[in-house]
């Protein structure tokens, strides 16, 4: 689908960037580094578009109300220079048209590979992470719209392999240790089969914690996940009192999200 990168409102909220899918497909986790300081070879996104079913088509035939929700929570993002989660979340709290439909997700676990019988040594059976991650996010919509597939984890498990063996090179051994792999925002919109906004934020990172007791050394590696998300509705009470012209104006702006 051809993205909506020349479109004024799109441009203030994501500049450049892509749908998050193909972000996370073309990354090269090869590039991640634990021994640089501060490196950033990682996969951050503060904020990436996530349009389902949502086309130049399909947007004719939304709902007006979805349509006012659209323009005008693309229109306070605009105004906004920082797109951190925290940000992104307070200005969509904060906006009139909009409206929390649930009380938020926040789920976070640990994948430890020595007690799930697990080594990261670059060839692993990623479908074992697969399962661990897929149960994180519990979230069919994101896991599909994001293409964190076991693919892209097998890349990712392999990299892991390397950075704990970057670890263990280069760190004390009596430490812990944890290096960011994926730290994404997303701003999945509303569509025919889901008629709201989804914002959701997904980090991974690797890790290596060696604890050393009088009687023996325990060594322990894997990754951790952490999942937020909130939903958002249109808020009738305010949409269906703004002036004929405010409402026909905000639906033509949303209308030609997807104008060349």
Same mark, same amino acid.
């Given at each position: 689908m051809a993205l909506p990168s020349s479109a004024p409102l799109y441009k203030d909220v994501f500049g450049k960037t892509g749908e998050i899918g193909d972000l996370v497909q073309n990354f090269d986790f090869s590039k991640i580094n634990p021994t640089e300081t501060n490196s950033n070879g990682f996969l951050p996104i503060d904020l990436a578009p996530s349009f389902g079913k949502l086309n130049k088509e399909s947007l004719q035939v939304l709902d007006d109300h979805l349509k006012i929700m659209i323009a005008g929570n693309l229109k306070f993002l605009g105004r906004v220079p920082e797109k951190s989660w925290n940000a992104v979340l307070g200005n969509m709290m904060q906006n009139d048209l909009l409206e929390p439909r649930d009380g938020g997700v926040f789920r976070a676990d640990k994948f430890k590979g020595s007690i799930n019988g697990f080594k990261f040594d670059g060839s692993p059976d990623a479908s074992i992470v697969q399962a661990w991650f897929n149960n994180l996010i519990s979230d069919d919509d994101v896991l599909k719209s994001t293409k964190i597939d076991v693919e892209v984890l097998a890349r990712i498990v392999a990299?892991?392999?390397?950075?704990?063996?970057?670890? @263990?090179?280069?760190?004390?051994?009596?430490?812990? #240790? @944890?290096?960011?792999?994926?730290?994404?925002?997303?701003?999945?919109?509303?569509?025919?089969?889901?008629?709201?906004?989804?914002?959701?934020?997904?980090?991974?990172?690797?890790?290596?914690?060696?604890?050393?007791?009088?009687? #023996?050394?325990?060594? &322990?590696?894997?990754? &951790?996940? @952490?999942?937020?998300?909130?939903?958002?509705?249109?808020?009738?009470?305010?949409? @269906? #009192?703004?002036?004929?012209?405010?409402?026909?104006?905000?639906?033509?702006?949303?209308?030609?999200?997807?104008?060349?």
């Open positions: 990299q892991i392999g390397a950075i704990l063996e970057n670890f @263990e090179t280069f760190f004390a051994k009596d430490e812990y #240790h @944890e290096q960011a792999l994926i730290d994404i925002g997303v701003l999945r919109f509303p569509d025919v089969d889901q008629p709201y906004f989804k914002v959701y934020r997904i980090k991974l990172a690797a890790w290596s914690d060696s604890s050393r007791n009088l009687i #023996h050394q325990e060594d &322990t590696n894997g990754i &951790t996940g @952490e999942f937020n998300s909130r939903v958002f509705q249109p808020r009738a009470s305010i949409i @269906e #009192h703004l002036t004929s012209a405010t409402f026909q104006k905000a639906a033509a702006t949303a209308d030609a999200l997807f104008d060349d």
